[in-house]
């Protein structure tokens, strides 16, 4: 069955830029999704068909998808982008989920 | 735009569940919907996707035979009965909605609080 590798933390510093990355096999030809959940909440979309970031997304969001390998950029990274991190896509009528990534900002 | 999920609560093992998400604020027969689970302290796990008419549902492997996903549209409802409960599907279930209008096949940019199933005796 297919499946997405996420690394399962990530650390950056205030104001540096947080790259995480989601691989799959031929995840390129696929469009990945980037889901954010903070401790207790649901979990909000960031990034869909790969870059689009939608509605009341900051900017500081962006998203890639070549290859294998799928990445969420996060640039001037804040506390507040602390959260777990989900990449998505979809294989054979399957919604596939990574298994997260939590990104701790210090 | 919202989504309301309710009807979780403790079941024991063997027994059924049938989990409820009122949706409001947008057309809601134009979106596919989605049933995503996660157990408590771990990741999100896909269960089951309709289509807007609901003549389309797709199951994750873990629920098939056993979760019944479907709609009302003329009630802003979405449902998933949930049979043969097992220990390993106690989680919270979020109900989510699709993107693009009409798409199956397509990210979830509106999530419900979610209802928590526990599957216990």
């Known amino acids: 069955s297919y499946e997405l590798i996420q690394p399962p933390s990530e650390t950056v510093s205030p104001g540096q830029t947080a790259r995480i990355s989601c691989s799959g096999d031929?995840?390129?030809?696929?469009?990945a999704s980037w889901y954010q959940q903070k401790p207790g909440q649901s979990p909000v979309l960031v990034i869909y068909h790969n870059d689009k970031r939608p509605s009341g997304i900051p900017e500081r969001f962006s998203g890639s998808n070549s290859g294998n390998t799928a990445t969420l950029t996060i640039s001037g990274t804040q506390v507040m982008d602390e959260a777990d991190y989900y990449c998505q896509a979809w294989d054979s009528s399957t919604a596939i989920f990574g298994g997260g990534t939590k990104l701790t900002v210090l | 735009v919202q989504l309301v999920e309710s009807g979780g609560g403790l079941v024991q093992p063997g027994g059924s569940l049938r989990l409820s998400c009122a949706a409001s604020g947008f057309t809601f027969p134009t979106y596919a919907i989605t049933w995503v689970r996660q157990a408590p302290g771990k990741g999100l796990e896909w269960v089951s996707l309709?289509?807007?008419?609901?003549?389309?549902?797709y199951y994750a492997e873990s629920v098939k035979g056993r979760f019944t996903i479907s709609r009302d549209n003329s009630r802003n409802s979405l449902f998933l009965q949930m049979n043969s409960l097992r220990a390993e599907d106690t989680a919270v279930y979020y109900c989510a909605k699709g993107t693009v209008p009409v798409a199956l096949f397509d990210a979830f940019d509106i999530w419900g609080q979610g209802t928590m199933v526990t599957v216990s005796s």
């Open positions: 309709i289509s807007g008419s609901g003549v389309n549902t």
């Open positions: 031929e995840l390129g030809i696929k469009h």
